[in-house]
């Protein structure tokens, strides 16, 4: 039976509930044999986007991983230097796995902006699949996009999850301004935060 490894990027800045929902959503409804969280040290679209330390966000990646067996950290990224390129990374991991499919996990804004991304048709050839984890609200024309990347309609698979609108950034916000953001994480993760005094506008 062929793999289907699921590649899930991010700098996961925190890493919360709606990325481990979304990403347990894919692996089921896309039928995945593994699922690699890929953490990507420095994203060439974000160089000038304060990032918290990699050491902090390994840690926190594997605390959130720490009890589902079904996902994996990949280090892929990390072992290279930059720039991380997402067709940089698919290659490196079709090299060490020569049989399987790979499905790359992106969010509805992202397929968006794949036009503007690096050798973006390339990225599309070299996937078996995209599974798109859509945000409520967002506004996909895959034909305007295949004009644009050809071949990309075919590939894209949409998976359904609840409406969720955690996102990273406003973990950050609500925490350097004192807002509460319990919620939003596992409890390992929240505690890691506020023992380690993350995302504060100013550390004492």
Known sequence: MTQRIGIFGGTFDPPHLGHLILASEARAQLKLTRLLWVLTPVPPHKLNQPISSLEDRLTMVKLALKDEPNFELSTIEIERKGPHY?????HLLADQNPKANLILLIGGDSLHDLPAWHRPADIVTACHQIGVM??????????????QISGIKAKVKFIDAPLLEIASREIRRRASEGLPFRYYLLPSIYDYIIKNNLYKKSKT
């Not at 997402?86 to 698919?90: E, G, M, P, R, V």
């Not at 859509?134 to 004009?147: C, F, H, M, Q, V």
Request: aromatic share 0%.
């Open 134 to 147: 859509r945000r409520p609200g967002d506004s996909i024309d895959l034909t305007a996009l295949e004009k």
């Open 86 to 90: 997402t067709l940089d990374t698919i």
